[in-house]
């Protein structure tokens, strides 16, 4: 049982060395941590109390009449 729990405890005691003697190390480490957990919750949250509706997305192509195309004259380059 020992081997399983063992990585972890190595890990909390390299951070909490890191946290001693490097804390720049430390907390890089803690807010690459929590930005996927962020990125994961923050949008529910968003949406659920501060009523956040995104914006239509943007077209990407120009819509043509509803109307017969004419011909286009008086541009000669033959």
Do not use: N, W
Not at 23 to 35: H, N
Not at 40 to 48: A, G, N, Y
Not at 71 to 78: A, L, N, P, R, S
């Amino acid at each position: 049982m020992a081997s399983i729990v063992s990585p972890f405890s190595r890990t909390y005691r390299y951070l909490q060395y890191l946290a001693h003697e490097q804390p720049v190390i430390f907390f890089s480490c803690a807010m690459g941590l929590t930005g996927p957990v962020l990125a994961l919750t923050v949008p529910s949250i968003r949406k659920k109390y501060f009523g956040y509706i995104p914006a239509d997305p943007v077209p990407t192509t120009y819509p043509l009449p509803k109307r017969p195309r004419g011909q286009v004259t008086g541009y000669e380059d033959e």
